[in-house]
């Protein structure tokens, strides 16, 4: 099985500098590679304390320099907020300055506060999400950018050439059983960040697998699974930490997502949140962050890898990427979160059979054609 590591640079309420958190964040992502994850990843998100990442791929070209080893993974690059012409450039970059590490992680977006902070109308978030991901991906494979319905890019090459395919190392997170087939068509792997029933998630794969088959004419990659952790010895101090931090990190998404306003859900592409949003109002905001607890694999050592093996019996992930401090959590805490990870349940998993993760292809020929 492959592990990852996964900062997510949160801040809620300010109880901290933003350059303490930062400083923290980058000790513990460094601490990654010594104590053996296999990779390290973050998730790009802009003006609120939610997750100050604002650029996943400068922080993995970061990264990169303080690393010889760990693959490099962003969950996600927000597509329809960048000029895609510059988004394949800093990938191609990013590849040679780590010499093929990356795994490319590639989203839409959901937050109203991001999508109007970037002047984007967010009912175009997913015809962008397409047209982008196809004119990047295509990029990558021939070394150029050219097309798209809108934008209508004239050619120009890609320099530094790409050297190494971005096939069967490329993902995208999807949620909705909407994006399912659109993934697919796409010819990317998915990446899994838990929050409906993992039974829905397994009827959700089953779409996904068969559009990808008839598409493609293969099977898909292997997905990788993000995750909330929290790993004790002691069973009641597990459950007790899982409820107050997991259940916390939960509280902060419908904070910056809005997911409890009448807007949510509304727009096009986007109906399926409307669910989330009333099953929230049923709920309420602590009966859902409960519930999405519920799907994380917390508990001491046993506890974690059981829901990791029943994750895997639904899903077949060949990758997990581990977030261990978020919703304030003391970093002393998150730290020996991840401490009691890496001595009792880290070994357990690298002896989990799996399909090793597609290494990237030469490309043929490492210049344009003259």
Not at 113 to 132: A, L, M
Not at 191 to 199: G, H, S, T
Not at 306 to 318: C, E, F, G, T
Request: glycine share 10%.
């Amino acid at each position: 099985m492959h592990v990852g590591y996964a900062p997510l640079f949160q801040n809620p309420g300010n109880a901290l500098s933003d350059a303490e958190v930062y400083a923290q964040e980058l000790r513990l992502a460094e601490m990654a590679e010594p104590l053996g994850f296999d990779s390290v990843w973050s998730v790009e998100h802009h003006f609120t304390d939610y997750t100050m990442c604002p650029d996943v791929l400068q922080f993995l070209s970061y990264m990169a320099g303080k690393t010889q080893r760990v693959k490099l993974g962003s969950m996600v690059v927000v597509l329809p907020w960048h000029d895609p012409v510059r988004v394949a450039e800093q990938i191609v970059m990013l590849d040679h300055l780590s010499g093929g590490r990356v795994i490319l992680g590639l989203g839409r977006g959901l937050a109203r506060v991001e999508y109007e902070g970037f002047r984007i109308d967010q009912n175009e978030g997913r015809q962008r999400f397409v047209e982008y991901a196809e004119l990047v991906l295509q990029g990558l494979e021939r070394g150029y950018v050219e097309g798209g319905e809108t934008l209508q890019q004239p050619r120009r090459d890609l320099r530094p050439y790409p050297m190494r395919s971005f096939r069967g190392r490329t993902f995208a997170a999807a949620v909705s059983p909407e994006s399912m087939p659109i993934m697919a068509r796409l010819g990317v792997g998915l990446l899994v960040i838990p929050q409906k029933p993992w039974d829905v998630v397994e009827q959700d794969f089953a779409v996904y697998t068969q559009v990808y088959r008839e598409e493609n004419g293969c099977e898909p990659p292997q997905p990788f699974c993000g995750g909330f952790f929290f790993v004790d010895e002691n069973a009641d101090r597990a459950e007790e930490l899982a409820h107050k931090y997991i259940g916390g990190y939960y509280h902060t998404v419908m904070r910056h997502y809005e997911m409890t306003a009448e807007h949510f859900g509304t727009h096009k592409g986007y109906e399926f949140y409307r669910n989330v949003g009333r099953y929230i109002g049923r709920h309420g905001t602590d009966g859902a962050a409960r519930d999405f607890t519920k799907l994380m694999p917390w508990g001491t050592p046993q506890q974690v890898l059981d829901k990791l093996a029943l994750i895997r019996d639904k899903i077949d992930m060949n990758g997990i990427m581990c977030h261990f401090g978020f919703a304030g959590m003391p970093y002393d805490e998150a730290e020996r979160n991840m401490q009691c990870f890496v001595r009792h349940v880290l070994p357990e998993l690298k002896s989990w059979e799996t399909t090793p993760l597609n290494e990237p292809a030469p490309l043929a020929g490492a210049a344009p054609a003259a």
